[in-house]
């Protein structure tokens, strides 16, 4: 079982512009903590192009398309913490997740964390969390 997340994969207190900058920053943090290439990311901006990847309760999780399996080395997630929100569409996000998942684990990857964030307790954590520490303690120990 691969650790798929940890505190290097968490930026806290992060402000972003737009949908586009939550997209960039989410993958950025998969690239470099070794999950994925580069171009991944551009197919992560390419899913948010056919399909808005706010699932709502203030949550988006930027992944990448059919097709941008290559492009990922192993599964991972990211966590962007953005207190002042950023719009998706007419809604707002102040939780960004970027998910890559190797070899067909990225339904599991995403099941595991619709169990934490479809509780408005946890996301209300999540936003106001003060630490690393405390968004590991809210999401727990993911592994695939």
């Given amino acids: 079982m691969n650790k798929i997340f940890n505190a290097d994969n ?3 207190n992060k402000r972003l512009r737009n949908k586009e900058d939550a997209i960039d920053v989410a993958g ?27 699932i709502g309760n203030n949550v988006a999780i930027p992944h990448g398309i059919d097709g941008s ?3 990922i080395k192993e599964s991972g997630i990211s966590f962007i913490q953005v207190p002042e929100g ?16 190797k070899d067909g684990t990225h339904l ?23 630490t690393k520490e405390e968004i ?8 695939v």
Avoid: F, W
């Fill in 10 to 12: 968490i930026v806290l």
């Fill in 28 to 54: 950025k943090v998969l690239v470099e903590q070794g999950y994925v290439d580069p171009e991944y990311v551009d197919c992560m901006h390419k899913r948010e192009d056919v399909i808005s990847t706010y």
């Fill in 69 to 71: 399996e290559k492009y």
């Fill in 86 to 101: 950023v719009k998706y569409g007419d809604d707002t996000a102040y939780i960004i997740m970027g998910v890559a998942g």
């Fill in 108 to 130: 599991d990857i995403l099941m595991k964390l619709s169990e934490v964030i479809c509780e408005a307790e946890n996301i209300t954590k999540l936003k106001e969390a003060q």
């Fill in 136 to 143: 590991l303690d809210i999401i727990g120990d993911l592994t």
